[in-house]
């Protein structure tokens, strides 16, 4: 690994691939198979990364087809930017771009949001109140952070009184590295945790934890900065072998970390967190503190009686087989993305490995076949563990490696080529993703 990371050359070459060199390999692959006639009407619910690129892809597979997108958000969000964002390291306007730059010509969009799913007819009421019938609906929607759940806090509090909130938006992420730096400046006790539920980018928390710990050394003031990190149970990830190497690096980093801590209130003028623990509430004071709340299911999902009933209750999680992404009581439903009632993949990789499953069998039920693809469950992580310096974690449902680059790239080790794979060829990859070319 030496001479990748030495040497003017040797970056050069690697910001080359980076770059330029991973995002024409997500877009280019086998040739494309030829369209496939049809007048079936398809809804996609939701215009974030699932649902983009699978308009996209929809639109050059199928001839004669009616794809209808139905999302009310106007902005499109590069969310794996938003811990970028959070560190300082790029601008809020970094993650946002139009939702209409990068749906295809041939989808219709809806620009209201769906208030109702009815699997039994197929159809979809929009908050507008129309009404959209379909054939085949892919369920898209991402997630619903439940602020709510979160006792004392409101989401204008981020960015005020050592309060931080990365996953709110993009705006929210520049406002909790701006109370980042303040706090940096002070030093004190900072509090970082996650969930109980499943959530987005697992490793996000973790990656906010290491980011706050390397500005405070950066800035010189490391001395006086206490970093405790509330894990949701007694791992810092879902993965044995990288929850390992996590507690390794916050030990060697002087990390604290609080096991079996599900944050539950917030007091801001006390500077108190209270936490539900195996043994009662705790309170933990604070001087900063990033809020990460429980996720779930949107509403609408829910109502719709389309969740698991037997898992993930309070969550909501779509009741899809987990190699198919179909539901399991409505084959003319798929889900793509966060949604999805699976045991892994909540991560914008995962999304990419998404596409190509749910495409074949929705095709293979156009032509009244079966289809022949699965996800295998494969989530990537690019865990930052300072700047410059992340492991590119890559993973399937049974917690086996798989690295994209095997004897390259060695998972579990902080590099240089790693940290350029986040913050450098991630996004052009994920465009090409967008535009249905990866």
């Known amino acids: 690994m030496t001479p990748l990371l030495g040497g003017a050359t040797s970056r050069r070459g690697f910001l080359g691939l980076s770059a330029g060199g991973l995002a024409t390999l997500a877009a280019t692959g086998p040739a ?20 983009t690129a699978f308009a996209n892809r929809l639109v050059r597979r199928l001839e004669g087809a009616q794809i209808t997108v139905i999302d009310g958000r106007a902005q499109h969000w590069y969310q794996p930017g938003f811990t970028l964002i959070a560190a300082g390291l790029k601008p809020a306007g970094y993650s946002v771009s139009q939702t209409t730059d990068w749906l295809p010509a041939g989808a219709r969009l809806i620009a209201e949001y769906a208030a109702a799913i009815d699997p039994v007819a197929k159809s979809v009421t929009t908050t507008g109140g129309q009404r959209v019938d379909y054939d085949f609906l892919i369920v898209a929607t991402g997630l619903t952070l439940d602020w709510g759940a979160i006792e004392g806090f409101s989401t204008d509090m981020i960015g005020r009184d050592g309060i931080g909130a990365h996953y709110h938006s993009p705006e929210a992420a520049a406002a909790t590295f701006r109370a980042m730096e303040d706090f940096v400046a002070r030093g004190g006790q900072a509090l970082i945790g996650r969930p109980a539920t499943e959530m987005k980018c697992a490793g996000a928390p973790l990656k906010l934890a290491f980011l706050l710990e390397d500005m405070a050394t950066r800035k010189g ?39 079996d801590h599900v944050l539950k209130a917030i007091d801001p003028a006390r500077k108190v967190a209270t936490y539900t623990t195996p043994d009662g509430d705790k309170e933990l004071g604070y001087d900063f503190i990033n809020v990460i709340p429980p996720q779930r299911a949107p509403q609408v999902v829910r109502e719709a009686g389309l969740s698991w009933a037997d898992r993930w209750t309070d969550q909501g999680w779509l009741e899809v087989d987990s190699k198919t992404l179909r539901h399991l009581r409505y084959p003319e439903i798929f889900a793509l993305g966060d949604v999805a009632g699976v045991p892994k ?93 990866a």
């Open 32 to 51: 494309r198979p030829a369209p496939v006639r049809t007048n079936a009407r398809i809804v996609i619910l939701g215009a974030g990364a699932g649902g």
């Open 221 to 259: 003031n490391r001395a006086n900065v206490r970093l405790t990190y509330t894990a949701q149970n007694k791992t810092l990830y879902g993965v044995p072998i990288v929850s390992e190497k996590v507690r390794m690096l916050f030990g060697e980093r002087g990390i604290d970390v609080a096991y």
């Open 345 to 437: 993949g909540k991560t914008a990789a995962s999304v990419k490995w998404h596409q190509p499953v749910v495409e074949d069998h929705l095709v293979a039920a156009l032509q009244g076949r079966e289809g022949t693809e699965t996800f295998n469950g494969y989530t990537s992580c690019p865990l930052i563990t300072r700047v410059g310096r992340a492991m590119l974690i890559e993973f399937d449902y049974n917690n086996n490696l798989v690295p994209s680059f095997p004897g390259i790239i060695p998972p579990l080790e902080e590099l240089w080529i790693s940290w350029l794979m986040k913050e450098v060829a991630l996004k052009a990859t994920y465009n090409a993703m967008l535009r249905g070319d």
